[in-house]
Nanobody, 122 residues
């Protein structure tokens, strides 16, 4: 499966954005999908993941209650709804997929999309 992430942009603090991760090839419903992010000068970190059929999901503590991950297997797409964005959410966001159960560990994801930049600034 190949992934393409999009939907990033510039948003003011307190605003919202929805990222999308579109998949092509393979049987998408067999893949768990996660979002990771990397801020300038920092390591890539886990944001959220969703199991193959959804809606079971995991979130990093820093985004729990503000971000929601969801998926539409009919559209081969996973979404990350980001609300109440903070400047510290500024990063390049990547989606990743693995065949099997979801996990928070980046090294367990075999397929990665290109990143999409989210900038939270006034």
């Amino acid at each position: 499966v190949q992934l393409q992430a999009f939907g990033g942009g510039l948003v003011q603090p307190g605003g919202s954005l929805r990222l999308s991760c579109a998949a092509s090839g393979g049987t998408f419903s067999g893949y768990s999908v996660a979002w990771f992010r990397q801020a300038p000068g920092k390591e890539r970190g886990f944001v959220a993941s969703i199991n193959r059929a959804g809606p079971a999901a995991q979130y990093a503590d820093s985004v729990s209650g503000r971000f929601t991950i969801s998926r539409d297997n009919a559209k081969n797409t996973v979404y990350l709804q980001m609300n109440n964005l903070k400047p510290e959410d500024t990063a390049v966001y990547f989606c990743a997929a693995r065949y099997g159960a979801y996990t928070t560990r980046s090294f367990q994801y075999s397929t990665w999309g290109q990143g999409t930049l989210v900038t939270v600034s006034s």
